[in-house]
């Protein structure tokens, strides 16, 4: 169905701006829900920009940004209505990069790879990293607050950008691409957009913190008793610093591997029920390895790990890192009933995991694989059918299974959404579970800052 | 005069919640200005803040939050109005302390000197430093998004905030004391009100960061040749890691010790034109005076220092930053023609100084003493009479002066409010260099959080 506007749009656009609808913008990785679109377009620049979104706000027209598509809450995804969706595919210039002052100016279409590269050209680290690397870019990672395994050590996309440019609904453009580590003249616009998931404005082009390259990097997988020594784990070694990742492992995780015929296998002889991956890159006279065998010494001594692999080559790295990053491509195999994107204060971790466990194992017969961040408190604890089930037998109980999970969470002042953003898959959930001051006064700052309700309508707030 | 909604405030607060309207709340550090209040309320915890709200909300009482009183830009000081001030200081205690997440939770009322011995006596570093730690109340260091010695390493103080909990103008508590890492439910309502300078409501008490206490730390004060030396110098010393501060000092500063009699002496036979103090905190394993005897052999070898002197002992470490803390006491008895606050991009720090050093000398017959945190590209560029002649001399060409720091510093991107805030000092400041974007985007939030405008009006936005 074409929209009576579209001819109008073509007119207002150069003719390369405009891009086929297709499945390429209408896809949705997990395949939950389908997107629609009735125009597809892509703009040059801020300037083109602020023009499509003065065109959609005088004919009220939504808007649906688009970055690379990866997001796993819908919030690039609009079904059932003919939005303008927004690539930011030809917006891809680094614009300049800054070594002394550690600051890298890129556009929004940038991919997350090619600034980790320029970064690296730089002899400098963009530290964002996280699986659809590859894919995402830097306006829809900046939009979501994107997390990744080095928030331990470097923080989430917020922290790692000094400053933005960004349409506004109003089609204005905010010119915020400062490029200070101090800088206090006013409210804080660049981190509400940051996060907004599209819906204040548009994110053309960021300034963002680079770090000096770690010299030197160490891997080790250590066998933990449970989740609580993992913990006390992460505090010794971070007490040595230059932890940049501490992931946990669990058994069904690793089992999934081999159920699903992937070629990659933990380094011990059994299967642990739980283990951890930890990275540490150290700067000038340091040593990873010696003290990765120093921190398993300690920890042998004291119980908290009873077994460990500490990788010898950048290829024996690579080789444990595979571990952790093919988990999400088994699951994917098996096929979960619920996926969960939470995070929890790090001393109730353990307790939830317990507690979660035991009563979602009252309720039904099933199988968890509890992996993630955890020394950012972040866990994908995801649920799955048992052997000779699939996820459509339990297609009945996914909702209050989920419920249970967040209830679990929220008791312990976790969170439902601790990287993946609320999207449209959790609004509801933000609604159940937000605290009641804070909603009202996102919504009385999307109605003020987007008065006709524009931008990405029903992502993060229910549009109206 | 005694405002007409005087008894009623009486009736609805507890007695000893009430204050003495006195010059302890209505004096201004540097005396620029004086404020005025119809009534001092002191209340005890985020309730009895959420009724004096509702009281002023309903007959349209403007409110001043109120901390330490060590803010330096008026926004803490509403003149020529009744207000009612809010002072935090009935809520300081430490609600909680978790080691092991390093998070501590605290009342706004909380001084920061006190927060940083919680941290200490739980071996673990609260690293918000300045001037006025004695004195300044955590809500007041979060409102204005408070800055100080160690951003380079640790972020400023929104970076250090995990959670709030905070009264918004209508009354209602937002509950988001959070401790998590990683918590994507909506848009940043916290980050939104730290800096807004109580426009946007009133933090109650916060959740904050913690991080590993330094095992061993390091001090050294380094001669270089100028101001781009000792951002290469910064560079050297930034790869080695474990750099917490480095602050440039003019030689200038360093005469004002002596002509104003103060008993403390950099520790070089001449006095030298520009230095740096560099401050190193490190883990285990680590070897700052080491460190710092590498840094300068190197640097030494290629001309960026020519004389150095590494502290031995906390004495000397205590010594050689009481050169640098004590320059303010030396720029108060000299009385600063003009003080500022700006940030530069650090490769933009030179020329600025070199340009708009030769602006003001071809303008006015002055001195100028400039230093600060250069890490963070923050300078404190302040403006002197000449010997012989006194600030009341300059009294008319003040204005002009400060223009051109402000031009000077717009024209390569920098900030003419770094870490101080925007307060009321520097509202026509903001009109005049603001990102006009930002502007309508911070008046249409301020008027849907805000509509009735009672939260400490006339700070950051003019009021209407």
């Known amino acids: 169905m074409t929209p009576d506007w579209l001819d109008d749009l073509r007119a207002t656009l150069p003719d390369e701006a405009l891009r086929e609808v297709g499945d390429a913008y209408l896809a949705e990785p997990r395949g ?30 939504p808007i649906v940004p688009w970055g690379g598509g990866t997001g796993l809450v819908g919030g690039q995804t609009m079904p059932d209505a003919a939005p303008i969706l927004l690539t930011t595919e030809r917006m891809r210039a680094i614009r300049a990069v800054h070594p002394a002052e550690n600051v890298l100016i890129v556009e929004a279409g940038c991919i997350l790879a090619d600034v980790q590269s320029a970064a690296a050209q730089a002899d400098r680290l963009f530290p964002l990293a996280l699986a659809s690397e590859g894919t995402a870019r830097i306006g829809g990672l900046l939009s979501t607050n994107a997390g990744g395994v080095n928030v331990l050590r470097y923080g989430n996309a917020r922290d790692l950008c000094l400053g933005i440019e960004a349409v506004m609904p109003s089609g204005e453009v905010f010119r915020g691409l400062r490029r200070l580590r101090k800088d206090n003249t006013g409210y804080d616009l660049k981190g509400l957009l940051i996060g907004a998931e599209g819906t204040l404005g548009i994110i053309t082009a960021a300034a963002l913190r680079l770090f000096p390259r770690p010299v030197s990097s160490g891997t080790s997988m250590m066998v933990v008793p449970g989740p609580e020594a993992a913990l006390d784990l992460l505090s010794m070694a971070q007490a040595s610093g230059g932890v940049s990742a501490f992931e946990l492992i669990s058994g069904q995780g690793l089992r999934f591997l081999a159920e699903t015929d992937l070629p990659v296998r933990p380094p011990f002889d059994e299967v642990p029920e739980w283990s951890v991956l930890i990275d540490l890159g150290l700067g000038p006279g340091g040593d990873p390895q010696k003290q990765l065998e120093t921190l398993f010494a300690e920890a042998f001594d004291i119980g908290l790990v009873s077994d460990g692999v500490i990788a010898q080559s950048e290829q024996q790295r690579h080789d444990l890192w595979a571990v952790r990053e093919t988990i999400p491509e088994a699951n994917k195999r098996v096929g979960a009933i619920v996926s969960n994107d939470i995070s929890l204060p790090l001393s109730a971790v353990p307790d939830f995991i317990e507690g979660c466990t035991i009563r979602l194992r009252r309720e039904e017969d099933l199988r968890i694989n509890c992996f993630g961040h955890l020394g950012d408190g972040n866990l994908h604890y995801n649920l799955f059918p048992v052997e000779g089930r699939t996820k459509a037998d339990y297609a009945g109980r996914a909702a209050i299974l989920r419920e249970i999970v967040d209830e679990e969470v929220a008791a312990r002042e976790g969170s439902f959404s601790a990287e993946h953003g609320v999207g449209r898959l959790k609004v509801g959930v933000l609604e159940r579970y937000g605290d009641p001051t804070k909603l009202a006064a996102m919504r009385a700052i999307k109605d003020a800052l987007d008065p006709k309700g524009i931008m990405n309508p029903g992502a993060v707030l229910r549009s109206r």
């Open 32 to 61: 939950t829900w389908r997107g629609s679109a009735g125009a597809v377009v892509a703009p040059r620049n801020a300037e083109e920009v602020s023009q499509v979104v003065r065109f959609a706000a005088a004919r009220g027209i």
